[in-house]
């Protein structure tokens, strides 16, 4: 069984920045994605980034490019969210995700079948 645990969220001002990070443990070959979702009180939950772990591929939601970057270290099975440039906007519960995935749906959660417990980021203005 996959098993992904979360870390680094927390409480930043407009502007600043934080990295999450998502270890992953349990046989690798179950997945080929790893993502990051997020999701706000009252809001549905929305795909931030994900990586394709084989070759690197990244991918990002259009109201974070430019400011997120997703990266892997397949040595340590863990994924990164480096978050710059944050939004009050930017404020949810932050999920990490793996699961067999293809590219063009990479942000669509049902596609995915492991989740961690999330990590909150809170961005004051």
């Known amino acids: 069984q996959v098993q992904l645990v979360e870390s680094g969220g927390g409480s930043v001002q407009a502007g600043g920045s934080l990295r999450l990070s998502c270890a992953a443990s349990g046989p690798t070959w179950r997945y080929n994605f790893m993502g990051w979702f997020r999701q706000a009180p009252g809001k549905e939950r929305e795909g931030v980034a994900a990586v394709y772990t084989t070759l690197g591929t990244t991918y990002y939601a259009d109201s974070v490019k430019g400011r997120f970057t997703i990266s892997r270290d397949n040595a340590k099975n863990t994924v990164y969210l480096q978050m710059n440039s944050l939004k009050p906007e930017d404020t949810a519960m932050y999920y990490c995700?793996?699961?067999?995935?293809?590219?063009?749906?990479?942000?669509?959660?049902?596609?995915?079948?492991?989740w961690g417990q999330g990590t909150q980021v809170t961005v004051s203005s």
């Open positions: 995700a793996a699961g067999p995935v293809s590219s063009s749906s990479w942000y669509n959660g049902a596609r995915y079948n492991y």
